[in-house]
């Protein structure tokens, strides 16, 4: 049982390039988010996909896209890098989307981007 | 949204108690009290959350007030594999959104 699963774990691109982060699940989550998280600070949530075929705006999406490939599958575009982006990126997993269900998320364990 | 509040840096020592303090003042009814935590640069790990009633589980014990306006994670016995950075969540629901907003959290050090 592997968790969540994320690819690759180290990136550098150069600015304008185009590339795409993937995250697997394999507990059978209802819910995936992608966040951000940059040197010193909490992590900023991205996009997230309540349910299979949905996905959302998080706190910084501008500069990304999403798709919720099927239920285990998540994946983060940056069509036109900028060194802004430069950060770790983590995927997670939820059991269930509910407004009223707590459930805990699980994180895999991060993309590190550097965007000269 | 209820925010929280926390310490940016704590030491414990080997063997003793970390108790790590929250204040989420403005938490709502409904709103849960999550805690995670960092190790070094790894994804963060689920440790517990409570609504009202404090909570124990195989890492830790979550001690929430009666006004719920501050909670208090206990490590029992903390060890050097403690050392981690820890947030103190509430649970926001916007538009249905099941999602975990982080703020800086408490850097704890574990000293030997």
């Known amino acids: 049982n592997a968790g969540v699963t994320q690819t690759p774990k180290f990136q550098v691109l150069k600015t304008g390039q185009s590339m795409t982060l993937q995250c697997a699940q394999d507990?059978?989550?209802?819910?995936m988010y992608w966040y951000r998280q940059d040197p010193g600070m909490g992590l900023r949530l991205i996009y997230y996909s309540a349910s299979e075929g949905t996905t959302d705006k998080g706190e910084v999406p501008n500069g990304y896209n999403v798709s919720r490939l099927n239920k285990r599958e998540f994946s983060l575009r940056l069509e036109s890098a900028a060194p802004s982006q430069t950060s770790v990126y983590f995927c997670?997993?939820?059991?269930?989307?509910?407004?009223?269900?707590?459930?805990?998320?699980?994180f895999g364990q991060g993309t590190r981007l550097t965007v000269v | 949204d209820a925010k929280t509040t926390q310490p940016p840096s704590m030491d414990c020592a080997e063997g003793r108690a970390a108790n790590l303090p929250c204040n989420h003042s403005?938490?709502?009814?409904?709103?849960?009290v999550y805690w995670y935590r960092q190790i070094h640069s790894q994804g963060p790990q689920y440790i517990i959350h409570g609504l009202k009633n404090n909570e124990t589980n195989e890492m830790a014990s979550l001690i929430i007030t009666e006004d719920r306006k501050s909670s208090t994670l206990i490590l029992p016995h903390a060890t050097l594999r403690d050392t981690a950075v820890y947030y103190c969540i509430v649970r926001v629901v916007e538009t249905g959104a099941n999602n975990l907003f982080f703020g800086t959290g408490t850097r704890l050090t574990v000293i030997p």
């Open positions: 403005t938490i709502s009814g409904n709103e849960y």
């Open positions: 997670a997993s939820s059991l269930t989307f509910s407004g009223t269900v707590n459930t805990e998320a699980f």
């Open positions: 507990m059978n989550h209802n819910s």
